[in-house]
């Protein structure tokens, strides 16, 4: 039904509003592929996608990952699983705007995340940091395969997501996250931004 209220206010004709479109998919569990129907080849990247952002995620910017033991780690080798970076297919995979974080809405995110856990197992584990373009340059048959748009939130203005740019097999998945992985370099919390974020009361 939602697919095809997209094709009723947008169109193929009609440009897409991405703010809209960003609002009205937040919570859907298809979020991405409604996305790429509605913006196809990327649209909404040059545009603001939240009213919170101050502008589209730039080419040269740095985006982070922060990876969460145990969700994001195997526990038998302590190698971050692949699952890290699932969401792009779905829902759109969270990252923070290096550029625009403060080290205080950092340590706010970290120290939320952490105490969002009944069970009190997570731990911060490290944090994975990539440039825009890189991202952005990752091809699946020789076409782009990648988004990344600006979906900031009024607590956290630095946030963005990673979605696919369009309807991938599922046999390329696997090909598309090791080119992902590559692209990412892995930084320790305690030396992440001088450890300024893993040293303050906000994030123990």
């Known amino acids: ?102 080290n205080d809405e950092l340590s706010r995110f970290v120290s939320d995340f952490l105490a969002n856990d009944p069970k009190k197992e997570r731990s911060w584990n490290r944090v994975l940091i990539a440039t825009c373009n890189n991202l952005r340059s990752i091809t699946i048959d020789n076409q782009k395969a990648l988004c990344l748009y600006d979906t900031a939130e009024e607590h956290n203005p630095a946030h963005g997501e990673i979605c696919l740019s369009r309807e991938i097999p599922e046999a390329n998945h696997a090909e598309l996250r090791f080119e992902i992985m590559k692209v990412f370099s892995e930084c320790q919390p305690n030396d992440y931004r001088g450890g300024k974020i893993y040293n303050s009361e906000l994030s123990q």
């Open 1 to 102: 039904m939602f697919k095809n209220l997209i094709k009723k206010f947008f169109g193929k004709k009609a440009e897409c509003d991405c703010q809209k479109l960003n609002l009205n998919t937040t919570k859907k569990e298809d979020r991405v592929a409604l996305i790429y129907e509605a913006a196809p080849d990327c649209g909404c990247e040059s545009k603001k996608t939240s009213k919170f952002s101050p502008y589209p995620i730039a080419n040269e910017e740095l985006i982070a990952r922060f990876v969460f033991s145990p969700i994001h780690i195997n526990k038998k080798n302590g190698k971050i699983k692949p699952s890290i970076i699932s969401h792009i297919f779905n829902r759109g995979c969270s990252i923070q705007r290096e550029k625009i974080a403060s």
